[in-house]
């Protein structure tokens, strides 16, 4: 009886036990909702006033200046081609193009050379030189505008087309080499000392191994340049600005601001912006997937 009315109690209290609680809600269900409405009010802020330069550029000027936040009723073509041909938006985006494949390149040829020894080598001076081009990123351009002036001028590079071109690679290459030599240094280092033991140069290690293999890094680094570089202005005012046929397309467009402001035509304004945004975002949706790579693979080891 004792060893049943035990049991009995052991039962009754295992009967009367709580039921277990329910499991809470996910904590991190608030902090999902927050981030989805904050990711969406970023893309509204990002993107909606490049839909609204879009829209505005079929417009005509008289409805741009009823209602500016309207929508078009009809399609005014016509703007993109006095945009192009009256406005020369067309020939200010061609010097752009020419500048732009001069100095990308340079930029990105001499910035991963640069990088690359910085990265995979080791020398006296190694870290002071690495500590010279990051400090270049700390040195405002504004700063280097009179004595920059001077010096083109001496060497007789203002208003030239490889004036620009040597600006925008000093302007862009201490950033360029700062990042790529931190990409560099994520690389295995077997697959170079097997080049080197197999007789291969250290030019021909770099260009044929070295620098296939920091594709990402170098898709990733050549979008940055080439968004500063062609919405670059204030080097070329200061560098380029006696023919105004040899302007760059940010130069072109504030000249287009000023006259077609005057004049009423709006939507060749609005139009030129549109051409000149195109470009960018082309590229940026063509090497998305890359840029994203680079900037993943840069970080981890």
């Not at 009010?41 to 993107?47: H, I, N, Q």
């Not at 016509?78 to 938006?89: G, V």
């Not at 290459?173 to 994520?186: A, G, I, K, Q």
Request: proline share 5%.
């Amino acid at each position: 009886m004792t060893t049943l009315d035990a049991g009995a109690r052991s039962d009754g209290s295992a009967a009367s036990m709580p039921a277990a609680a329910p499991k809470p809600a996910r904590e991190g269900t608030t902090l999902n909702v927050f981030s989805h409405v904050f990711l969406v009010l970023w893309v509204v802020m990002a993107a909606g006033p490049l839909i609204w330069v879009a829209l505005t550029a079929f417009r005509s000027s008289g409805e741009i200046l009823d209602n500016p936040m309207g929508l078009p009723s009809s399609l005014h073509w016509e703007n993109f081609s006095n945009a192009w041909t009256k406005a020369n938006i067309g020939g200010y985006a061609i010097n752009s193009l020419i500048i732009l494949a001069g100095s990308l390149t340079g930029t990105m040829l001499l910035g991963s050379m640069a990088a690359y020894v910085i990265a995979r080598f080791t020398f006296p001076g190694n870290k002071a030189v690495f500590l010279l081009f990051a400090g270049g990123m700390m040195f405002p351009v504004i700063l280097a505008l009179v004595p920059l002036f001077a010096v083109m001028e001496n060497f007789q590079l203002l208003d030239t087309r490889l004036g620009l071109i040597i600006a925008y690679i000093a302007y862009s290459l201490p950033f360029t080499t700062f990042f790529l030599t931190s990409f560099f240094r994520t690389l295995p280092t077997g697959v170079q000392e097997a080049a080197m033991v197999d007789g291969a140069s250290h030019t021909r290690t770099f260009f044929q191994i070295m620098l296939p293999m920091a594709k990402p890094g170098l898709v990733s680094i050549g979008i940055f340049n080439f968004l500063g570089q062609w919405n670059q202005y204030l080097l070329p005012l200061l560098l380029n600005n006696e023919n105004e046929s040899s302007y760059v397309l940010p130069q072109g467009l504030a000249a287009l601001a000023v006259a077609q402001g005057a004049r009423g035509d709006w939507g060749a304004l609005f139009a030129g912006l549109t051409i000149a945004m195109v470009p960018v975002l082309v590229v940026y949706a063509v090497f998305q997937r890359q840029v994203q790579a680079g900037l993943t693979a840069g970080a981890l080891k």
